[in-house]
């Protein structure tokens, strides 16, 4: 945009510059007219639910009607006998999670992005996706039998002269088969973005380097990477933001009794003890505390990355 | 156009979340998909002309919200395709008007946003699931009490002329302060709920020489003779799998019994008679040696290394492959089973399904233990349809009333459990109904989708009785079902405690020390069992079953219990 244009639009008032904006890109506005009616309608209308956190809630009475027990469900969290170890698993979970299910996208798109052969390349990033469209359920039962006694992979234990292992009853491996399984279903899904920003890298910056004598691994290691840096940063951040949450659904479908000493997690035992006895009011409060618990390490980790890499969400 | 509408807002949700980038797992998506109950009319079901007698007769049929969850029948859409609800409409005038519930595995949250918005006449739930339970929600103004009011009392006479005369279903029902409010499916007999028990292979058995065991030592060489030997006669002595469990343990919960034990719950001790946890029996003794003689089984090969994950598919799988020698089962699944195995075992024409009676208790040989709540359970005490305030206000409750205490006159049962004379069954020479062809379809065994299109006689979860014939004649078919049926409601009912919810003062206490106290004992035993753990685990689970105050929740239950008893 040139200069005058810029300072044009600047002088304009902001509803002038809206309706002109509006007018040029009516189809963008469009698109993100639905992204925010679901941010209003499923992520912002439904906060004000937060307060059964501190009411004994039954919906029979609603909202207004229960009565305040102030932080009651907090406290009895708090006393539980099993805290410490639901935070552990929480953290290792995630934190495994952040490094591997973070990092492998960004290799991913790297790898994708050098293949040459068009058709190819996008076989390989449809085959990619694939998983992530497969419903939970039916991807835990599948990786439920390629882990169980008889399953895949202790057939090719077998063939290798190896014993087989109960796998799913060892709680060493449940964070493992956890992120792994992760990774199968969502590697090629979270990799979108990263091929999105590749897409972006200038080939003429590439070319330069080219010329400069930089071979292929050097190019991507002193021209992709760092054109995206903010992109991951990015990214990283948003997975951050999440440290303290882990989804039930994968959990309950994978777990059982012999491997709850590493695989029972905060939405777990919140689904067993307040989801499954009616009590949402706790279930609320653990939710809230784990969500707080996430925004203030958010800020944190923004705040540290924007004073090292001048990169942050905000 | 509802179904069009639906489709479009999931687009626009999953374009979103596309566009945005980012999506999650959270409550509010949930909520969504559950929220889409709408009310629909029964119109299109009814036909049209036996509407118009009745309007004609009684004037305009009353209209009766209901929610229920989901039907599942394969060959029906919904529930007013069944013959019994159109019977019911046409013959008293009513028109029932069920809530559509597009999402059956979210029942729950679908009763809940209900009832958080507006009320319909009647609701089918598990009332435990509501805080504070059944007696909670009738303080709150949600669902009306019935006996406390003569007028109410007056409409409903065979209903509780059935639940007066059985000890255990007005024990069941009558809340704390005395009244009945639920309609249950209550049972002609509690044999119905004897459905369930261990089963083992009698031809296998014949075949290693050895007899059907009564006692724990018995089984075990039985066992240990399947694993070793050629059990099923295929020439292959390895592919047996002499004993499998489902992840929920079905089978190993019931070979409990054998050391007076029912696992992970409250229950009557076998030697004291007064309530008791299964770890606290005989100071602990019973629960150690149960624990560590299922952890040597294990070790020893004869459990399947599978069972912590299988489910009940993987459980059939492995009896109609011949592989598996003694499972849980319940009695509906013999037909299927023995029509697989007629073609798939190595010796068909020897195959024999055996229920076993319960095996001798360990410290008692004259005992035979089982531990089948259910089998003290004449009712569902807390599945329960009641009406709410909302039939009140509308006036529809008198209408409503009448209907249920129908649903459970000599006439409405026969209705509920056969269908109608000369549509789904006839009187036969001996005076009981019996089933026309059409709905049997020729086929003896598989008709427990058909039959529904009539009647309900395998169902429960609306107000009614459940005739042990009619339920027997499509669920426990053949001589092999029935005398396993006998033999699982034959068993010695000493330990077991019908279902309670537990309410009052002393109810969140109880609950809290149990969620704690139910998840060290489950992780502790299935690790000791599948020899993750050493038995000194035990050690570590005691100390850890004080520390979370164990006896004080068993004081509460037997505070509950007696308060049960005195009813």
Not at chain 2, 288 to 297: S, V
Not at chain 2, 374 to 389: F, G, S
């Amino acid at each position: 945009m040139k200069a005058s244009e810029q300072k044009l639009i600047q002088g304009e008032s902001f509803r002038a510059r809206l309706y002109k904006d509006w007018k040029r890109n009516k189809a963008i506005y469009g698109i993100a007219f639905f992204c925010l009616l679901y941010y209003v309608v499923f992520r912002y209308a439904p906060m004000g639910g937060i307060v059964i956190a501190f009411k004994n809630y039954r919906a029979a009475l609603g909202l207004a009607g229960s009565e305040w027990v102030g932080l009651k469900w907090f406290k009895e969290f708090f006393s539980s006998f099993y805290l410490p170890r639901l935070v552990r698993n929480t953290l290792t979970i995630n934190l495994l999670n952040l490094v591997i299910g973070g990092l492998t996208p960004i290799l991913f798109a790297l790898l994708v992005n050098e293949i040459r052969h068009p058709i190819f390349k996008r076989t390989v990033q449809t085959v990619s996706y694939m998983p992530h469209f497969i419903s939970m359920v039916v991807a835990c039962s599948i990786v439920l039998n390629i882990i169980s006694y008889n399953g895949l992979l202790n057939q090719l234990r077998e063939f290798l002269g190896l014993e087989a292992i109960s796998f799913a009853t060892k709680p060493a491996y449940f964070p493992w088969i956890y992120v792994i399984s992760d990774l199968w279903q969502e590697l090629g899904f979270n990799s979108i973005v990263y091929l999105a920003a590749l897409s972006a890298v200038s080939a003429e910056l590439l070319d330069a380097a080219a010329i400069d004598g930089c071979n292929r691994f050097q190019r991507v290691l002193h021209v992709t990477i760092p054109a995206i840096t903010p992109t991951i940063i990015i990214m990283m951040l948003m997975r951050i933001g999440r440290i303290m949450s882990v989804g039930y659904e994968k959990i309950i479908l994978l777990y059982n009794d012999a491997v709850l000493e590493t695989a029972d997690v905060m939405s777990s035992f919140v689904y067993r003890y307040g989801m499954l006895g009616g009590n949402y009011s706790y279930s609320a409060a653990v939710d809230l505390f784990n969500n707080v618990i996430n925004v203030l390490i958010l800020i944190l980790f923004n705040r540290i990355s924007r004073k090292v890499s001048d990169i942050s969400l905000w | 156009m509802k179904r069009k509408s639906k489709v479009l807002v999931s687009a626009v949700m999953a374009g979103s979340l596309l566009l945005s980038g980012c999506g999650s797992a959270g409550g509010a998506e949930t909520a969504a998909q559950t929220a889409q109950i709408s009310k629909e009319s029964s119109d299109a079901a009814q036909p049209a002309a036996a509407e118009a007698a009745n309007a004609a007769q009684d004037g305009a049929p009353t209209v009766i919200t209901w929610l229920h969850d989901s039907y599942d029948v394969s060959g029906l859409d919904n529930w007013y395709d069944a013959l019994w609800v159109r019977e019911l409409e046409s013959r008293l005038n009513v028109d029932i008007q069920f809530v559509d519930v597009s999402s059956a595995d979210n029942y729950d949250n679908v009763v809940n946003l209900t009832i958080a918005g507006d009320w319909p006449d009647v609701i089918f739930w598990d009332w435990s699931k509501y805080s504070g339970g059944l007696d909670q929600a009738v303080a709150d103004g949600l669902v009306v009490p019935i006996t406390s009011n003569p007028a109410y009392s007056a409409k409903v006479p065979h209903y509780l002329d059935i639940v007066e005369n059985n000890d255990l279903m007005r024990k069941a029902l009558t809340q704390a302060d005395g009244t009945i409010s639920g309609f249950a499916h209550v049972e002609e007999s509690a044999q119905r709920n004897a459905y369930s028990g261990y089963t083992i292979r009698e031809d296998w058995l014949k075949r290693v020489g050895l007899e059907i065991p009564t006692t724990v030592d018995e089984l075990h060489t039985a066992l240990l003779a399947f694993k070793e030997q050629d059990a099923n006669g295929n020439g292959d002595p390895t592919d047996e799998i002499p004993m499998s469990d489902r992840n929920s343990l079905n089978l190993i919960k019931e070979l409990g019994a054998a050391w007076g034990l029912i696992y992970n719950t409250m229950q009557l001790d076998p030697e004291t008679g007064k309530v008791n946890f299964w770890t606290e029996v005989n100071d602990g003794a019973n629960f150690r040696d149960f624990t560590t003689t299922m952890a040597q089984w294990y070790a020893e090969g004869l459990i399947d290394p599978e069972f912590t994950t299988n489910v009940q598919d993987d459980i059939n799988a492995k009896v109609t492959s011949d592989r598996l020698g003694f499972f849980h089962s319940n009695t509906n699944r013999f037909p299927s089973y023995n029509a697989i195995l007629a073609t798939s075992a190595a010796n068909p024409s020897d195959v024999k399904l055996t229920g076993l009676e319960r095996l001798s208790y360990q410290y008692n040989p004259s005992k035979h233990l089982t531990v089948a709540t259910n089998l003290k359970n004449w009712c569902a005490p807390a599945e329960l349809t009641v009406i709410t305030k909302a039939a009140e206000k509308d006036g529809s409750i008198d209408k409503i009333l009448e209907l249920f205490d129908y649903m459970y006159s000599p006439e409405g049962q026969i209705l509920m459990n056969w269908g109608v004379e000369g549509e789904s069954f006839e009187y036969g020479a001996d005076g009981k109904p019996q089933w026309l062809d059409k709905v049997t379809n020729d086929d003896a065994t598989l008709n427990s989708d058909k039959v529904q299109e009539y009647c309900i006689p395998t169902r429960g979860g609306f107000p009614k009785v459940m005739s042990l014939d009619a339920w027997m004649s499509i669920d426990c078919v053949g001589a092999e079902a029935q005398e396993a049926l006998d033999r699982n409601w034959g068993a010695d009912k000493d330990i077991l405690i019908p279902s309670i919810t537990v309410t009052g003062e002393d109810a969140e206490e109880y609950t809290r020390i149990m969620n704690d106290v139910n998840t060290a004992v489950a992780e502790t035993f299935l690790q000791v069992v599948i020899g993750e753990k050493g038995a000194d685990a035990i050690d570590t689970l005691y100390t850890t079953l004080d520390a979370m105050n164990i006896q004080r929740a068993i004081e509460i239950y037997q505070k509950i219990f007696d308060a049960y008893e005195a009813k």
